[in-house]
């Protein structure tokens, strides 16, 4: 909740070695005032949005074929290795747990617990 707060009160810091236009699109992605606020005018992410310029436009994005990666005629810049359909090694270990100790229980509303055994009980992944 730290970041969102900074986030809210206009005083979050970027990293010392994030490039400029990283900077100013982060900048203006999170200004105060939806008035000013890139992206957050009628036409979003493609349309002209923030004075009159659309999101697409701004250096950040520059080079980038938009209409070929919305058609997925680019190619992918990193292919991860991996051994199968189950293979997590790509993941942090911290993001996913196998103990049984870590179970999805423990974030059940208690109010939910007989309805949530009546709808899921049998239920097995594969």
Not at 29 to 40: D, E, N, V
Not at 52 to 58: A, D, K, M, Y
Not at 71 to 79: I, T, Y
């Amino acid at each position: 909740m730290d970041i969102y707060h900074a986030i809210m009160r206009g005083r979050y810091q970027t990293p010392p070695d994030c490039p400029r236009q990283a900077r100013d699109l982060i900048s203006q992605l999170l200004a105060q005032s939806h008035a000013t606020r890139l992206g957050s005018g009628r036409g979003g992410h493609r349309e002209a949005s923030h004075r009159g310029q659309p999101v697409r436009s701004h250096n950040f994005f520059g080079g980038i074929d938009f209409e070929a990666l919305e058609e997925r005629a680019l190619p992918v810049p990193w292919v991860p290795e991996i051994t199968g359909n189950t293979d997590t090694s790509q993941f942090d270990s911290d993001s996913y747990s196998t103990d049984d100790d870590k179970t999805w229980d423990g974030h059940i509303d208690p109010k939910q617990e007989e309805v949530w055994r009546r709808e899921f009980d049998g239920l097995e992944c594969s």
